[in-house]
C-alpha cells in the first residue's frame, strides 16, 4: 500500500524557518512526480510546489517563491520543503502529495494526512 | 482569492443531479485539463476527476466531469448523503507557470 507521512511541522515564530520531510513508502519513489499542497485553517486548497521524479525540475508558487524550496532525495524515499521568512499566512496544514503525469496534467493519486504549520508569536 | 471561480455552495435532494462549475481563462483552462478533488470533513483532498473527463481508481460513475473552452463542471447524479463534501477545482496556468485551485464548493444534501 502507498504510504506518506509527513512530519516537522510545529509552532515557529514570524520570520523562521522550518523543514517538512514527508516518508514515502510502497511504491517505487524515484519513478513519481511529488507535490505540497497547503490548506489554512478553515480555507480552501493552494498548490505549494511540484518536483519531477528525477528531482531536475521544480516549480513553486509565486506565494512562497524565494522562501519555500521543494527537494527530494529518492536514495531514502524522503520529500521535503524547506520553508524560510516564514509569516503568519503559511499558518495551513501541508500536505504531500504522490501524482503521475506532469506539473500541468497531473493525476494527484495519493495524499499524506497533513501535518500543521503555525506561524505565531 | 483564486483566478478560477466556483460557486461557493450548491445543494440538493438525495437522488438530484448538481452540477459545479469553474471558470477560468485561456491561459488554465482554455488549453491544459482539469482535475477535480473531494474533501470530507477533516479528511485530506481525494482526485475525483483527472484530465477533464477522467474518473480516478475507484471513483463512482455518478462523478462525471466536463469542459468547453475556458470553463469546466463537475456533475454529481443521484446525490447521495455521503456526497455532503467540497469539490475543487484545479488546472496548471502558462502565464503562472503554476497551478491554481479553486476556491472550492460545498455541497449540502437537503
Known amino acids: 500500500d502507498v504510504r506518506l507521512m509527513e512530519s516537522g511541522g510545529g509552532l515557529v515564530q514570524p520570520g523562521g524557518s522550518l523543514r517538512l520531510s514527508c516518508a514515502a513508502s510502497?511504491?517505487?519513489?524515484?519513478?513519481?512526480?511529488m507535490t505540497w499542497v497547503r490548506q489554512a485553517p478553515g480555507k480552501g486548497l493552494e498548490w505549494v510546489a511540484s518536483?519531477?521524479?528525477?528531482?531536475?525540475?521544480?516549480y513553486h508558487a509565486g506565494s512562497v517563491k524565494g522562501r519555500f524550496t521543494i527537494s527530494r532525495d529518492n536514495s531514502n524515499n524522503l520529500l521535503f520543503l524547506q520553508m524560510t521568512s516564514l509569516r503568519a499566512d503559511d499558518t495551513a496544514v501541508y500536505y504531500c502529495?504522490?501524482?503521475?503525469?506532469?506539473?500541468?496534467?497531473?493525476?494527484?493519486?495519493?495524499w499524506g494526512p497533513g501535518i500543521l504549520v503555525t506561524v505565531s508569536s | 482569492q483564486s483566478v478560477l471561480t466556483q460557486p461557493p455552495s450548491v445543494s440538493g435532494t438525495p437522488g438530484q443531479r448538481v452540477t459545479i462549475s469553474c471558470s477560468g481563462s485561456n491561459s488554465n483552462i482554455g488549453n491544459k485539463p482539469v482535475n477535480w478533488f473531494q474533501q470530507l470533513p477533516g479528511a485530506a483532498p481525494k482526485l475525483l476527476i483527472f484530465s477533464n473527463t477522467k474518473r480516478a481508481s475507484g471513483v463512482s460513475d455518478r462523478f462525471s466531469g466536463s469542459k468547453s473552452d475556458t470553463s469546466a463542471s463537475l456533475a454529481i447524479s443521484g446525490l447521495q448523503s455521503e456526497d455532503e463534501a467540497v469539490y475543487y477545482c484545479s488546472v496548471w496556468d502558462d502565464t503562472l507557470t503554476g497551478r491554481l485551485i479553486g476556491g472550492g464548493t460545498k455541497v449540502t444534501v437537503l
Open positions: 518536483i519531477l521524479a528525477s528531482g531536475t525540475l521544480k
Open positions: 502529495v504522490r501524482e503521475r503525469g506532469v506539473p500541468w496534467e497531473p493525476q494527484e493519486d495519493d
Open positions: 510502497g511504491f517505487p519513489f524515484e519513478n513519481y512526480p
